[in-house]
Nanobody
């Protein structure tokens, strides 16, 4: 299983980015997929997730601003991030589990300037 994130970058506060997580070796529509954020010097934290049934969950810090979705045809999970804040800065990782083993992507950097 390989996960590849893309879409990060530098954006001003209030701006938007869309992150992508593409998978090979598994089918996202049958998996729980989580988006995690790791700010410098802090632990990795779960900010959004989507279940195999398409149900989404969000950390309170991003609720109303971030949206997670799945494109089954492309086997890709997206994280649409709107109204970005400087505290959203960090490396974003997608994660899934297959047969009790956890897989991570390489991460994509998001930097929000004030």
């Amino acid at each position: 299983v390989q996960l590849v994130e893309s879409g990060g970058g530098l954006v001003q506060a209030g701006g938007s980015l869309r992150l992508s997580c593409s998978a090979s070796g598994t089918i996202f529509s049958t998996r729980f997929v989580g988006w995690y954020r790791q700010a410098q010097g802090r632990q990795r934290e779960l900010v959004a997730a989507i279940t195999a049934g398409g149900r989404s969950n969000y950390d309170d810090s991003v609720k109303g601003r971030f949206t997670v979705s799945t494109d089954n045809a492309k086997n890709t999970v997206y994280l649409q991030m709107n109204m970005l804040k400087p505290e959203d800065t960090g490396v974003y990782y997608c994660q899934t589990q297959v047969l009790l083993r956890t897989y991570w992507g390489q991460g994509t950097q998001v930097t929000v300037s004030s």
